[in-house]
């Protein structure tokens, strides 16, 4: 493979730390954004993880990560494993978890001390050192200068670069009780050995600063054990991935690294061991167990000539397969990647939280200076402790922490509950369209049909079926559509040597051409044949057996010889099991469901009353399903296709959302939004029903958000909260926004 044009752009995924909320993540887009080779930026707050588009020649990745250290984070490239090279992240569970117990034990001596000033605990005995101004001085500077050092680097980079965050809230509103409390004890009326307090009878508020802390790092350590628990969908994939894998080398079995497996690589896999690549297997029978690809409980029957997943595991047997995709181009590889990008694609939805982040904590300081001036010159004239306190609770009580995470922590629940399912969206973004769909457009065959047609009969207008089987199975030995794929098969079961095509030639949706040993070949569609001036097609309702096999339902190919018709094939495709129960269930959800097809009327039509649909557009061309797809747009509809031939790409990529299959071909999963891993119809009904209950998660969560600040700033502003249960209320706000995010894992 030749390495990258100029003009090729990088896919890359980071992974960033230090981000306290929507507005950190705000802040790196937009410094990034505007490095010149940089095409599209997306930072995820939930994922820790950003995720951009980038022209190699123009800029590299280490002049980003250099930008967003610059910024006061750290980033670091994934590699393939999904992970860093080396750990960024500074505020993990081990951290956060540390950080809070430190800040606690720092808090206990305060909160003893308070028991004195309650009348349910005032007869508990409280020491005196408790009390002692000098004492809380030295706790406090160590929390606001040692537990708080995070704080205030976060505000200082935050400043710097012409922004505001949390970080600036936490450390206006611990600074300003800290600072105050030390002018109090040297230049107001307390006096060194006294006992005082703010719950006592004198003014400091070191009480205040050092639980704000103790709450905040709390706070961090219950979302980070929560983001934790969302990214476990993620984790379990790569879990699935082999360290290593049983490799034949020359007549020796070598133990090899996975990424040392190399594509033609024969591998030997034992009971209980993991497939490392796909492929297809050389020797042996084996149940494999494809329940963490597809959502399948039931093991699945292998044997020689079968495919096999990498990922999946192997019940018994021993096998041995010839690996034809592996690395990153395997299929556990693929969905790792494509749920990272799914998960680091910012939905259409987050850009209004976005908006609203940009300028929240700005417009907060805002209102908190107007609080401290209002209650310090009107309500409560020259009481400055009262009205910073009150300054204090409104710093805070805000924060766009849960109105960052609402959109983010779905997505990433969502979209790895669909993997669990055997559902992989490409984009964040399909979670927000297709709850909206309303038309289902369904390709028939390898959609509603098992994709694999089997023989029935075959007609030739003059010589033996056997001759014409032998002719045109030679065309039809190059193509890639199942109906030629059908009558290739019968030939090579009756023991007929194929002879060589020439000048191959297919027509996506009506047929191919080639020329055998000399003669002009055309199969396909009748339609296709009369346009390409084929002499003597008969009319369908000419021929009793032709009129037949179409109101059974069976796909009649048409062939002609040197111009002239010579005769038709017959070819059944089975309906999938669950193909009848998928259409009712779509038709349940609301959804206009509908077939458009290729084949004949008769045909389509047969196969439509099987499953129960009404509406069939039948003898469509690729074209004119791209056609259908914007006449219901311009109708005001969304529309869905589903599909997986290569006449299907087009209307895939035309449709609001296409849905493929991992069994489908390469150039249609190319233009589907969403990859379905299995056959299975009743798939598409659990995408929809996952993407229905993420988005309402998602709008629940920015209207817990919204509705949170919009009752807790008021009640800041008039007194009603102190500034310690204005901080638990902002942490518990995050973690709440999660707790509901994951309640989607249950979907």
Not at 68 to 81: K, P, W
Not at 389 to 394: G, P, Q, R, S, T
Request: include cysteine; aromatic fraction near 6%; hydrophobic fraction near 45%.
């Amino acid at each position: 493979m030749s390495g990258p044009t100029p003009t090729a752009v990088r896919q890359v995924v980071m992974s960033i730390s230090g981000m306290t909320c929507a507005a950190c993540a705000a802040r790196i887009e937009k410094a990034v954004g505007r490095m010149e080779g940089v095409q599209d930026v997306s930072v995820n707050l939930a994922l820790n993880s950003a995720s951009l588009r980038l022209q190699p020649h123009q800029i590299t990745t280490e002049q980003i990560e250099h930008k967003i250290g610059q910024l006061g984070y750290s980033a670091q490239v994934r590699n393939d494993s999904g992970e860093s090279d080396k750990s960024t992240d500074r505020l993990g569970t081990g951290t956060t978890g540390w950080m809070a117990f430190l800040s606690l034990l720092l808090t206990l001596p305060f909160l003893w001390a308070m028991m004195a000033h309650h009348s349910l605990t005032s007869g508990w005995w409280v020491p005196g050192l408790l009390s002692n101004p000098w004492f809380q001085l030295t706790l406090a500077t160590l929390a606001q200068f040692a537990i708080g050092q995070p704080f205030y680097r976060g505000a200082y980079y935050a400043v710097k670069n012409g922004g505001a965050n949390m970080d600036v809230l936490v450390v206006m509103g611990t600074s300003a009780a800290y600072f105050y409390s030390h002018y109090l004890m040297f230049h107001g009326s307390v006096q060194p050995g006294h006992t005082q307090g703010h719950h006592g009878s004198g003014p400091l508020y070191f009480d205040a600063s050092v639980m704000i802390f103790t709450i905040v790092w709390l706070g961090k350590w219950l979302e980070a054990i929560s983001k934790k628990r969302t990214l476990s969908s993620l984790k379990q994939l790569q879990k699935l991935r082999p360290e290593t894998a049983h490799v034949l080398r020359g007549e020796k079995e070598a133990r090899v690294p996975f990424a040392e497996v190399r594509e033609g690589d024969v591998l030997v896999i034992r009971p209980g061991d993991q497939v490392a690549a796909d492929g297809f297997i050389m020797e042996g029978c084996a149940a494999v167990d494809e329940s963490m690809i597809s959502g399948e409980s039931v093991p699945v029957d292998k044997q020689p000539g079968d495919g096999v997943i990498s990922g999946t595991i192997n019940l018994n047997g021993v096998l041995m397969v010839r690996a034809s995709r592996v690395g990153q181009q395997s299929t556990i590889a693929r969905m790792i990647r494509m749920m990272e990008e799914a998960q680091a694609a910012k939905p259409p939805i987050q850009r209004m939280a976005d908006k609203i982040s940009a300028v929240f904590v700005p417009i907060i300081i805002a209102v908190a200076a107007v609080t401290f001036a209002v209650w310090y010159i009107a309500l409560e004239p020259g009481e400055a402790g009262g009205a910073l306190e009150k300054a204090i609770a409104v710093l805070l009580i805000a924060c766009p922490c849960a109105l960052g995470l609402a959109t983010p922590t779905s997505i990433l629940v969502g979209s790895g509950r669909a993997a669990q399912s055997g559902i992989l969206f490409k984009e964040g973004k399909q979670l927000e369209v297709l709850p909206h769909t309303d038309v289902i457009l369904l390709d028939k065959t390898g959609t509603l049909t098992a994709g694999k047609p089997r023989w029935v009969d075959a007609i030739a207008s003059r010589g033996q079926v056997t001759t014409l089987l032998r002719i045109v199975s030679g065309a039809e030995q190059h193509a890639e559509h199942p109906l030629g794929r059908a009558i290739v098969q019968e030939a090579l079961h009756r023991g007929i040597l194929l002879p060589e095509a020439e000048q191959f030639e297919a027509s996506p949706g009506k047929g191919i051409r080639a020329v055998v040993e000399g003669r002009s070949v055309l199969t396909g569609s009748r339609q296709w044949l009369l346009e390409s001036g084929v002499a003597g097609v008969p009319a369908v309702t000419g021929i009793s057996m032709l009129e037949r096999w179409e109101q059974e339902g069976c796909n009649v190919v048409h062939a002609a010889v040197d111009g002239q018709w010579a005769g038709a094939f017959a070819l059944r495709d089975m309906l999938k099991p669950a193909a009848r129960k998928a259409v009712r269930q779509l038709k349940a959800l609301g959804l206009d469901v509908r077939m458009v097809t290729g084949d004949h009327t008769r045909t389509a039509r047969a196969i439509a009353k099987q499953v129960g649909l009404d509406r069939v557009a039948a003898e469509v061309l690729p074209e004119g399903k791209v056609d259908l797809v914007r006449q219901l747009q311009r109708e005001g509809k969304k529309v869905t296709m589903v599909g997986d031939g290569i006449n299907d790409a087009p209307a895939l990529a035309a449709a609001d959302v296409g849905i493929s299959f991992a069994r489908g071909t390469d150039i249609a999963k190319s233009a589907a939004d969403v990859i379905l891993l299995q056959g299975d119809l009743t798939a598409i009904v659990r995408a929809i029903r996952i993407s229905r209950g993420t988005m309402r998660v998602i709008r629940q969560n920015l209207m817990f958000s919204l509705f949170y600040n919009a009752l807790a700033i008021p009640l800041a502003v008039i007194g009603y909260l102190a500034p310690w249960m204005a901080c638990t209320a902002m942490a518990l706000s995050s973690v709440t926004v999660i707790c509901n995010a994951l309640r989607l894992q249950r979907a």
